[in-house]
Nanobody, 124 residues
Framework: DVQLQASGGGLVQAGGSLRLSCAAS????????IAWFRQAPGKEREGLSC????????HYADSVKGRFTIASDLSKNTAYLQMNSLKPEDTAVYYC?????????????????WGQGTQVTVSS
């Protein structure tokens, strides 16, 4: 079975950092694009960043460019989202998703598999 397990969320003060992990299993990791999305209460799910596992190409939404960094470790079948300079408006449930041999897009419909989400709360 394809599984994506997101972890690493928590409570952090504004200006702090967190690193989220997305552990993948059940598929050939380097055939996929892995993305991070988030959804705040009352808001639509927002695409943040994605990475092509095979060549490391990345793409970022303007809202996180310069603060968040996506990376992957093929030996661990894991993707990461390093989040720095966190703001209260970054508070949301963060999800990872996988797209088979996809492009570097940040729309939900492109992604075939989703993890369960991890809560990030940034206090002011």
């Amino acid at each position: 079975d394809v599984q994506l397990q997101a972890s690493g969320g928590g409570l952090v003060q504004a200006g702090g950092s967190l690193r989220l992990s997305c552990a993948a299993s059940g598929f050939t990791f380097d055939d996929y694009v892995i993305a991070w999305f988030r959804q705040a209460p009352g808001k639509e799910r927002e695409g943040l960043s994605c990475i092509t596992i095979s060549d490391g190409s990345t793409h970022y939404a303007d809202s996180v460019k310069g603060r968040f960094t996506i990376a992957s470790d093929l030996s661990k079948n894991t993707a990461y989202l390093q989040m720095n300079s966190l703001k209260p408006e970054d508070t949301a449930v963060y999800y990872c998703a996988a797209d088979f041999v996809g492009g570097l897009g940040l729309t939900q419909a492109e992604y075939d598999y989703w993890g369960q989400g991890t809560q990030v709360t940034v206090s002011s």
